[in-house]
Structure formats: structure tokens, C-alpha cells
């Protein structure tokens, strides 16, 4: 009987019972080193974000491997929102580097409807697992997991509010005012306001010449905007003798849009807002 048998067959058993990892380092192979570098923003806007999640890859290997696929999840405050795969080949030499991307699309809208819990926050939490198929001569194929963490803001429109009137003269020949209106930026980066329509009217009286230039909000700020104007007797009419009277109590409208322009360099796609607001107020003596 030949000696050598046993040995063979112990041999073969080591392998067969081995994890992947031994019979890795028995053949002479190691897994390459997958590691996450940053996430990059290639196009904002209100409505969805576009990433591109980018990895470097060292082969450790005397032979070149091969990449030629990636599976990943994509999950938003530990439930699932995200899955796929996509093949990609690409070659890496012996002990050699390379880089790889993996770009995701999220609609806020889907976000929104499908995770609850973010709807009055200002930022949700993000786990990406990743897992990239390697194909390494002789041992084959083995997947090469990786798992990124981070968090996004929640974009939201500005929100226009009304903030009242301030009278500063007052006379038979006409009056000097100015409507106040209040524009809230709730998003972590600054924004503007242009080509804004304005129209306005008091007790049913519309009001004259209501210009406005851009408007820039900082992040997380509120803003006083005062848009003043003055009116003659003709103008106001009957209002303007009940304020001679010392009557201060009238009815307001203010209605109007302007185009919403987030400041990062990846905003695309300007969005109107539109806006209306009405109601009581009594202006102060």
C-alpha cells in the first residue's frame, strides 16, 4: 500500500473541512482589500439626489483578479428602501489598485411615503451594504463584503409667511407703507428666492407698484423681507378714509410664486413656489 495515501486524504479532508480563508492562504491567495473613500453628490434638487458612493480595491495577489459584479441594500433608518446588483468587469494587475462607483438614485417623494419616521426630520441615516464579486485565478470567485453608514439631509421648500403692515405717513393725499412677509429656509444649506411675482390687497383694494429683488436665505435662517409702497387716495379709497378715522382693522391677501435655487454646486432644476396668504390683522397706531 502506498504510504503517501493517508496523508493525501488528510490533506484533501484539511481543504474540504477548512474555511475559505484557509484554503486561501493554503493556495497562496488573499482576498483583496475593498474599502470605502467618500460619497459624492452628482445632481440635487427639491424633488430627488443623485450619489455616487466610490471604493478603492488593493490586490495583495502575485496574479491579477478580476471585479465583476457588485450586489448591495440600501437601507433608510434600518428599513429597507433599496436593492439591486449591476456587472461591471474590471480588471485589477497583481498587487495593483483600482476604484470602483456605485451611483443611487433617491426620490424624496418615495423616501418620504415609504419611511415615516423622517417626515419632521431634518436628516435621515443611511446603511449601504455592499458585496463585490472578485474572481481570483485557480480559487475562483469570492465576495468581498462592505458596509458604509452615513446621513442626508432632508430637503424641503422655504416657506413664505405674512408678517403684517407698518404705516409710516398717513394723510387726505395718501399713505406710505410697507408689507412685511417672512421667508423660512429649513434646509442645511442656504437658498434663493427669484423672479418673484408679488400682489397684494387690503380690504379688497389691490395695492400699487410691489417689487421685489432676489431674496437670499442662510441655512436654517427666517428672514424679515419689507416691500415697501405708498398709494393715493385713489388707490385705497374708502379704506384709506376708515384709517383717518382711526379704524385699523382690515382684511389682507397676499398671493404670489418666485423660483426656489438651493446653493450647492450639484443643484439643478429650479422649482416655483407658489403661495397665498390671507387673513385678518390690525395694524398698530
Do not use: W
Not at 488528510?10 to 467618500?38: F, K, N
Amino acid at each position: 500500500m502506498n504510504k503517501t495515501l493517508p496523508l493525501v486524504l488528510l490533506l484533501l479532508l484539511l481543504l474540504v473541512a477548512g474555511s475559505c480563508s484557509t484554503v486561501q492562504r493554503l493556495m497562496g491567495y488573499e482576498e483583496p482589500d475593498i474599502r470605502y473613500t467618500d460619497m459624492s453628490i452628482e445632481r440635487l434638487s427639491l424633488e430627488e439626489i443623485d450619489l455616487k458612493f466610490h471604493f478603492e480595491i488593493d490586490n495583495p495577489n502575485r496574479v491579477g483578479v478580476t471585479l465583476e459584479e457588485y450586489a448591495y441594500r440600501f437601507l433608510i433608518n434600518d428599513r429597507d428602501f433599496l436593492s439591486g446588483s449591476h456587472r461591471e468587469q474590471l480588471e485589477i494587475a497583481s498587487q495593483g489598485s483600482g476604484s470602483i462607483a456605485l451611483p443611487l438614485t433617491l426620490s424624496y417623494r418615495d423616501v418620504y411615503e415609504s419611511v415615516s419616521s423622517i417626515a419632521r426630520a431634518d436628516s435621515f441615516r443611511y446603511t449601504l451594504n455592499t458585496e463585490v464579486g472578485v474572481n481570483i485565478p485557480v480559487y475562483g470567485k469570492t465576495m468581498v463584503p462592505v458596509t458604509v453608514e452615513g446621513s442626508l439631509p432632508r430637503l424641503q421648500m422655504p416657506e413664505v409667511g405674512f408678517a403684517g403692515f407698518d404705516v409710516h405717513s398717513l394723510s387726505l393725499s395718501g399713505v406710505d407703507m410697507t408689507l412685511t412677509l417672512n421667508v423660512s429656509n429649513p434646509n442645511p444649506m442656504g437658498m434663493k428666492l427669484s423672479d418673484l411675482n408679488l400682489a397684494a390687497s387690503i380690504s379688497g383694494y389691490d395695492l400699487a407698484d410691489l417689487n421685489v429683488g432676489d431674496i437670499a436665505v442662510a441655512s436654517g435662517d427666517n428672514l424679515t423681507v419689507p416691500v415697501r409702497f405708498s398709494m393715493g387716495l385713489g388707490g385705497l379709497g374708502s379704506t384709506l378714509i376708515d384709517m383717518l378715522r382711526g379704524n385699523r382693522d382690515f382684511s389682507y391677501e397676499v398671493k404670489g410664486d418666485g423660483l426656489v435655487e438651493l446653493d450647492h454646486p450639484a443643484f439643478r432644476d429650479k422649482k416655483r413656489l407658489p403661495f397665498h396668504l390671507m387673513g385678518d390683522y390690525r395694524i398698530a397706531d
